[in-house]
């Protein structure tokens, strides 16, 4: 019913910066939480960021607190993540997803849509 598809991730050197872009299509529906996830290869996938689509409120996890930005354009239904001072440990390929109900926003049970990924590769 609702499609993402990420983009903007590259390769890209250490302290470089990248901006992704998380664009939802198809049936509109009620999104209560759009996040970024992430996952290394031979790693589990982990939570990044996530905003509250009512009231903007953010989460970030420690590792990219300060250097990584989410936000939401709600009538284009896209969201953003602004990647700044990229670390080799960032890595991964980075998932956006949506959550259409009140759930707990770190889990990833929570969400309900999934985009393909976009793969972003830094290199030291």
């Known amino acids: 019913e609702v499609q993402l598809q990420a983009s903007g991730g590259g390769l890209v050197q250490a302290g470089d910066s990248l901006r992704l872009s998380c664009a939802a299509s198809g049936r509109a529906s009620s999104n209560y939480v759009m996040g970024w996830f992430r996952q290394a290869p031979g790693k589990e996938r982990e939570g990044v960021s996530w905003?509250?689509?009512?009231?903007?409120?953010?989460f970030y996890r420690d590792s990219v607190k300060g250097r990584f930005t989410i936000s939401s354009d709600n009538a284009k239904r896209t969201v953003y993540l602004q990647m700044n001072g990229l670390k080799t440990e960032d890595t991964a390929v980075y998932y956006c997803?949506?959550?259409?109900?009140?759930?707990?926003?770190?889990?990833?049970?929570?969400?309900?849509?999934w985009g393909q990924g976009t793969q972003v590769t830094v290199s030291s």
């Open positions: 905003i509250r689509i009512s009231d903007g409120s953010t």
């Open positions: 997803a949506v959550q259409t109900a009140p759930r707990i926003p770190t889990l990833l049970s929570g969400y309900d849509y």
